[in-house]
Each structure stands twice: as structure tokens, then as C-alpha cells.
Antibody, heavy 121, light 111 residues
Framework: QVQLVQSGAEVKKPGASVKVSCKAS????????ISWVRQAPGQGLEWMGW????????NYAQKLQGRVTMTTDTSTSTAYMELRSLRSDDTAVYYC??????????????WGQGTLVTVSS | QSALTQPASVSGSPGQSITISCTGT?????????VSWYQQHPGKAPKLMIY???KRPSGVSNRFSGSKSGNTASLTISGLQAEDEADYYC???????????FGGGTKLTVL
């Protein structure tokens, strides 16, 4: 079955960077895209961006442009999301999610368990 | 402020039907049939309930249905059950500038 397993919780200081991993199994990794979605405590869902696992093409949310980088390692079927210059309002649970197809607007049928990133001095 | 507008809360009794609206613009909901709905229970990852406006993934109950008219999409849950109590989020593709937008979420309470 499709499974996305994310790396563990992180605590970072303001200004630092965090890199969250998302290891996929149970399907052909390069046939689908991966989106990253975050959720601040008590808040709604926010789309961060998408990467094609087929060719590495990316699309990022405008508000995160310049601070976020999404990559994949097809040899290990793992997707990564790096967020730089962390601020307190980046504190959130970060989810990876598999797209139904390899296009940015496709829905997400499988989700990771979430990774809590806490930004605090 | 979210790009798509949902009611903050809705409620219904077991067995009843409820509808959650999701209002966007001609740049997102109105232009693309790429509207999806997600259910989220507290402390859990979201779950896909409806995609491409009205399609149900395998394993999702046929009590869940989706539709769209103009710039507004809707999720209808019939025969409400206690396990349906959760937060529901709509989501739409919004073209090459904004890409993907979410609604603010709707808390469903089963009375």
C-alpha cells in the first residue's frame, strides 16, 4: 500500500533552516508529484508547493518564494522540503502528500503523518 | 484570510444531510474542475474525500458527494454519522500564479 513516512519533529531557532524528508513506498515514485502542506497550531491548511518526482519541476507558493526549496532523490524514493530563515510563524505541522497525477493542480490521495517544526528562541 | 470562503461551522443530527459551501472566484473554482475536499480529524492528517469536483476515491462512502456551480463548490454529506464529525477543507487549483488555494475550513458537529 502507498505510504509516506516523514522525518521527526524539529526545534529550530529563528533564522535557522529546517529540512524535512518524506520517504515514499508502495508505488512508482517517479509517476506522481509530491506537494507540501503546512498547518499552524489551531489553523487551517496552507499549500507550500509541489514537485514533480518525474523531472524535478517545482511550483512554490508566492509567499514562500526564495525561502523554500523542494527536491527529490529518486534513488531512495524520498522527497525533501527545506525552509530557510525560519520565523516564529513558521511553527506548524508540515505534511507531504502524493498527487493523484504528476500535475501541480492534482488532488492528494496519500499523506505523510506530519512533522512538527517549532521555531523558538 | 483564506482564498476560498467556507462557513466556520455547520452542524446536523445523525441521519440528516448537510452541505458545506466553498466560494472562490473566476480565477480558481470558477475556472477549473480541480476542486477537492479533505476531511481532518483532530491530530490526524487530512484525508481526500472528493476530487475533481465530484469524484470519490475508492473507499470513501457514497454518503459524500461534491458539486460546483459557478464560483462555488459544495460538499454534501447525507445520512450523517458520529464519525463524520471533523474539519473539512476545500481546495482548488488557481492557475499558474497562485497555483493551489485552500478554504479556511469548516468544523462539522454531529449533534
Amino acid at each position: 500500500q502507498v505510504q509516506l513516512v516523514q522525518s521527526g519533529a524539529e526545534v529550530k531557532k529563528p533564522g535557522a533552516s529546517v529540512k524535512v524528508s518524506c520517504k515514499a513506498s508502495g508505488y512508482t515514485f517517479t509517476s506522481y508529484g509530491i506537494s507540501w502542506v503546512r498547518q499552524a497550531p489551531g489553523q487551517g491548511l496552507e499549500w507550500m508547493g509541489w514537485i514533480s518526482a518525474y523531472n524535478g519541476n517545482t511550483n512554490y507558493a508566492q509567499k514562500l518564494q526564495g525561502r523554500v526549496t523542494m527536491t527529490t532523490d529518486t534513488s531512495t524514493s524520498t522527497a525533501y522540503m527545506e525552509l530557510r530563515s525560519l520565523r516564529s510563524d513558521d511553527t506548524a505541522v508540515y505534511y507531504c502528500a502524493r498527487s493523484l497525477s504528476d500535475i501541480v493542480g492534482s488532488s492528494w490521495d496519500s499523506w505523510g503523518q506530519g512533522t512538527l517544526v517549532t521555531v523558538s528562541s | 484570510q483564506s482564498a476560498l470562503t467556507q462557513p466556520a461551522s455547520v452542524s446536523g443530527s445523525p441521519g440528516q444531510s448537510i452541505t458545506i459551501s466553498c466560494t472562490g472566484t473566476s480565477s480558481d473554482v470558477g475556472s477549473y474542475n480541480l476542486v477537492s475536499w479533505y476531511q481532518q480529524h483532530p491530530g490526524k492528517a487530512p484525508k481526500l474525500m472528493i476530487y475533481e469536483v465530484s469524484k470519490r476515491p475508492s473507499g470513501v462512502s457514497n454518503r459524500f458527494s461534491g458539486s460546483k456551480s459557478g464560483n462555488t463548490a459544495s460538499l454534501t454529506i447525507s445520512g450523517l454519522q458520529a464519525e463524520d464529525e471533523a474539519d473539512y477543507y476545500c481546495c482548488s487549483y488557481a492557475g499558474s500564479s497562485s497555483h493551489v488555494v485552500f478554504g479556511g475550513g469548516t468544523k462539522l458537529t454531529v449533534l
